[in-house]
């Protein structure tokens, strides 16, 4: 019905605007003499310029957007490029253009639309290039360009959107994080592991009668020789550097911080030839094994890049309705915004899978550590929890006191 209305409208301008040059111009006809006959002259060109705005489509611009690098990070300068191309250049007095993206994008601009007014006249080719100084982290989608014209008078006013879509995915932020790996040895005892231990069988550290399901080649066949039982090799353990990162996603002022923060741990662990895994703990849980490379750190990346403080529940809560599939051998890092005992209750039961467990309570800045969050880090700590409070802007040592609880 809007539509139909907006048709009818521009019709009915059309025809006042037919029925003031007729009025001219028979009042030209009527009248003679030179004011009247200069009078529909100089109506008359803006007139027309009026009706060949309004036939004119915009529809034949073709819109490419452009950006000056592939990858970006949180933080960074980003620089778009738009060009205008057209096959007809017919004279545009003004246009106004806009860059159709989702609100996201301008979270820490200054402006909140990429719009602005250029001057095409007759050209066929136009640029118009804008600057966002600090990019948010997430997804922005660009979906269309909207463009908006009229004539000198204002009677005719066009618009287009010219769809052009692209996605920016804007990584996260990082520090430089001196990470220090945990001690954590493979011991053995009655507790089942998921995952083999690793040996190292170079190096023989002693014998032991042979059990069920060791491996051919562990057979010490001299001891066999001597005394007529099979024995069998004992390696020298070797010490695990695993980690697993369990991000909270509960809402909280200290989110981007947390994000920064665990791309920085991830960054720094890779860089040192260990592997990682996550597990993301939001509205919907994500898991990523354990690995290393590159690639696997590609993969977390783009993960915490569209990670959103989604959680409906707080991470003891889940925690204890949930468990986490881990190795027992790697160390766990609990990253959150905030600690309850609860919530220390719930980790105590990683802490006894021969795991080492450290919570990271992040604060951002101007945030204060309570005095309920120092007797909370004594109870962790009683529990063999260590927990580390880092500040935004101070994550570099953050592994500075961490130790084996």
């Not at 618009?159 to 994080?177: G, H, N």
């Not at 099979?230 to 980690?243: A, C, G, I």
Request: glycine residues 6%; aromatic residues 14%.
């Amino acid at each position: 019905m809007k539509t139909k209305f907006q048709v009818v409208k521009k019709i009915g301008k059309l025809l006042l605007l037919l029925l003031l040059i007729a009025i001219t111009f028979i009042y030209a006809m009527f009248q003679g003499g030179f004011v009247s006959w200069f009078l529909f002259y100089s109506f008359l060109p803006f007139a027309l310029y009026s009706v060949f705005v309004f036939i004119y489509p915009l529809s034949d611009f073709y819109v490419e957007r452009r950006f000056e690098s592939i990858e970006y990070k949180a933080g960074d300068e980003l620089k778009v490029t738009l060009t205008l191309r057209r096959k007809v250049p017919f004279p545009l007095f003004y246009m106004v253009l806009e860059d159709v993206v989702t609100e996201s994008l301008f979270q820490q601009s200054s402006f909140h639309k990429a719009k602005s007014m250029i001057y095409p006249g007759f050209r066929r080719e136009m640029k118009l290039s804008y600057y966002i100084d600090e990019l948010p982290r997430g997804e922005h989608i660009y979906s269309a360009v909207r463009l908006k014209t009229g004539d000198f008078f204002g009677v005719f006013e066009k618009d287009a959107v010219i769809e052009c879509r692209d996605q920016l995915l804007v990584y996260p932020s990082f520090v430089e994080v001196q990470y220090r790996p945990l001690e954590n040895r493979y011991d053995q005892g009655m507790t089942s592991s998921n995952v083999k231990i690793q040996k190292d069988t170079t190096m023989a550290t002693g014998v032991r009668a042979y059990q069920p399901g060791d491996r051919f080649s562990w057979i010490h066949w001299k001891s066999f020789a001597r005394t007529n039982e099979l024995m069998t090799k004992e390696f020298e353990e070797r010490q695990s550097h695993d980690v697993l990162i369990v991000l909270d996603r509960e809402y909280s002022s200290a989110f981007e911080p947390m994000v920064t923060f665990t791309a920085s741990v991830i960054r720094s662990i890779i860089k040192k030839g260990a592997q990682v895994g996550l597990v993301s703990i939001g509205r919907e849980h994500q898991s990523f094994a354990i690995r290393g490379g590159e690639e696997h750190q590609g993969q977390l990346y783009h993960h915490l890049a569209k990670v959103q403080p989604d959680s409906q529940f707080a991470l003891g809560k889940i925690l204890q309705g949930e468990g986490l599939n881990y190795s027992q051998s790697a160390a766990v890092f609990f990253i959150t915004a905030s600690v309850s005992k609860k919530m220390i209750m719930s980790v105590n039961n990683y802490s006894k899978r021969n795991s080492s467990v450290v919570i990271f309570l992040i604060k951002s800045n101007g945030e204060t550590y309570t005095s309920e969050e120092k007797s909370l880090r004594a109870y962790a700590s009683s529990r063999g929890i260590w927990l580390k409070v880092c500040y935004e802007g101070d994550f570099s040592s953050a592994f500075a006191e961490v130790k084996r609880a």
